[in-house]
């Protein structure tokens, strides 16, 4: 991600560069406080568009608030254990990561960055509570900085997700109205911060508002036009919007820029057998 201190997962997984191209969007998340912008996932976490799965499903396909690819920067990190957290979670080490981010906290307990590279580690492990906690605590220690609210919005849809899980879906809402909420924070605090408009997106096509998601998703593509995965997600909604001509521009201009994106290609292989555009489809 792009840090002072850095690690990220959308660093969206969560949450980019700095700024280095990539296709697939996830949920965007930053470890560091200090970081500016979220960084972009790795192919390998892209979130799975779902077109294929079923051209007439009615819901959206989204991404878990789970963390992705770590961009790091350990010249950036002077503390030791700060640094050795930093690697073990770009490793994927968490149990390590969360006992070097623990030291660090125990040596300097208003450290934003610890409780915030904590957060994500324990979003990582399945923990989203432990998160809201760990980014509350980060929002506390520096409110003036966008990244805790990012990182608190993760952890907000995730609980929305376990409670929709489990079938308490007003308690689903409310948590998905506080990630909108704290992605509208993230964004007051840095209009250019793209990874908190691309996770307001999410969050709104949670809450079925499809037309605030497609702005969203479009504004995060524009300010982060190496990710052509925004592009695609905004298509996909465009899609599943009955808007089908315009996804299909959108998929077309998204395959011209990136000619090696095979989730780009699916999907709009897909919109064109939905247009009846059988032998163009059988062509990509």
Known sequence: MHVTLGLSGLPVTSKVQRRKGTNAPQCSRHPNVQ??????????HSCQPGWLSGLACACIALAPASAGAYNVRLEDVENPALQSGVLAATEHRW??????????????????SAWSNLGNVHLSKGRPNEAFRDFSEAVRLAPTAPVPYLNRALAEEQLG?????????QEAEVQYS???KDCNLAIERDPKEFAAWFNRGNALARLQDYG??????RTAADLAPG?????????????QADRVADSDRLLRTVVRKNPTYAEAHAALTAVQWQLGQDSKAEEL
């Open 35 to 44: 970081a500016s912008h979220a960084s972009a996932p790795d192919a390998e």
């Open 178 to 180: 506080g990630a909108v």
């Open 95 to 112: 149990d390590d990561a969360e006992k070097q981010f623990r030291i660090v906290l125990d040596e300097e307990p208003d450290s934003a």
């Open 212 to 217: 605030g998601a497609l702005d969203s998703y």
């Open 161 to 169: 997700v376990d409670a929709d899980e489990r079938n308490e879906h």
């Open 227 to 239: 990710i052509a995965g925004y592009r695609l997600r905004e298509a996909e909604l465009l899609f």
